[in-house]
């Protein structure tokens, strides 16, 4: 039993369901919104056993020690009854479901895409940079602060050539990346506020995105015309598919493991001078607008990967493969095919 963790709304999990649904392998999508009202847990912990199982409301139960693959994609707040009005009980019931649900997704034994607490942990820009330059990824300069006179000397050794952008994106606050601009500076003492992520705007010829399923990447390239700063306000923006140099695609996928993750939505910037600038990695990106530019097999390759249930080589057993790689001159044998 493959389990899915998402909202049935979710297109994307959706497209993953249909395409295990042709390999025919069972499933089923845990809607966390359900709990309490349709869905139910169970443990039963002794000297003998601990065990733990769900139980949906049409009266199917699943046993966690069945689920040989569960996908963590973008799980939904759980949705006590209104009943709860006290902020405080509210507070309690959360806490309490959040703490059993995650000795649940820890005692399991599936594979699972991405592990909850590495999923978190792989989300923070600051980490991943660090990771992906000691991966020899390169890296756009940066400089996260409060201090707005680390801000304003930044600025002045990179006068016009300053991004910013937010480290989490959030509901409440969704923000673009940004130039800083002349009239902006001005305002540097507000950056004593809260850390600020700015970076050296890097040149390119083209953005990539590159969906990244275990061992397999599958690497698409466009060409922001109108808003060069961030490709996701270029909606006419066209999707190819896109070769990436083999060192690339090794160090990437050491920055994979070190992470911890089995699926990663990364961007890179090809600058004019053939360097790939790593940007960052979503560990739940999207990836159906790239599928459908490219007619790349994403979702397949999703499912296949749930469906075989094994986790990826470890970090030392990819850099260990990069080194003789380069060695040898080969090529990586499951390349995909531009």
Known sequence: MILIISSPEDVH??????????????????????FPSKVSLTA?????????ALTFGDGLRVAMDEVTAVWWRRPQAFGFPTEI?????????????????????????????????????????????????????????TLITNDPEEA????????????????????????ETRRVKPEEEALAE?????????????????????TVIGER?????????????????????????HELPAEVEDRLLILM???????GAVDFRLTPEGKYVFLEVNPAGQFLYVEKATEQPIARALAEHLARGVATSTEVDWALH?????????ARPDREAA
Request: aromatic share 12%; net charge positive.
């Open 152 to 175: 304003r000397a930044f600025w002045r050794r990179h006068p016009g050539e300053v991004i910013y952008k937010p480290f989490l994106q959030t509901y409440h606050a969704w923000r």
């Open 217 to 241: 990447l599958f690497a698409a390239a466009a060409r922001g015309e109108e808003y060069d700063l961030d490709i996701r306000f270029n909606v006419e923006a066209k999707y190819r598919p």
């Open 85 to 141: 009005k006290d902020p405080a009980y509210r507070h309690f019931a959360q806490s309490e479901a959040s703490t059993v649900f995650q000795g649940m997704y820890q005692s399991s034994a599936a594979l699972w895409i991405n592990d909850v607490v590495r999923d978190a942990a792989a989300a923070h820009k600051p980490w991943q940079l660090k990771l992906a330059r000691e991966a020899g990824l390169a890296i756009p300069e």
């Open 190 to 210: 507000a950056v004593r506020l809260t850390p600020v992520l700015f970076q050296r705007y890097v040149p390119a010829v083209c953005d990539l995105r590159v």
């Open 322 to 330: 990069a080194e003789a790689r380069a060695a040898s001159g080969g």
């Open 44 to 52: 039963h912990l002794d000297g003998r056993r601990s065990d733990f």
């Open 13 to 34: 999990a959706q497209a993953v369901q249909a395409e295990l649904d042709r390999m025919g392998c069972p499933h089923r999508l845990l809607n966390l919104a359900e």
């Open 257 to 263: 493991r070190r992470l911890g993750l089995e699926y």
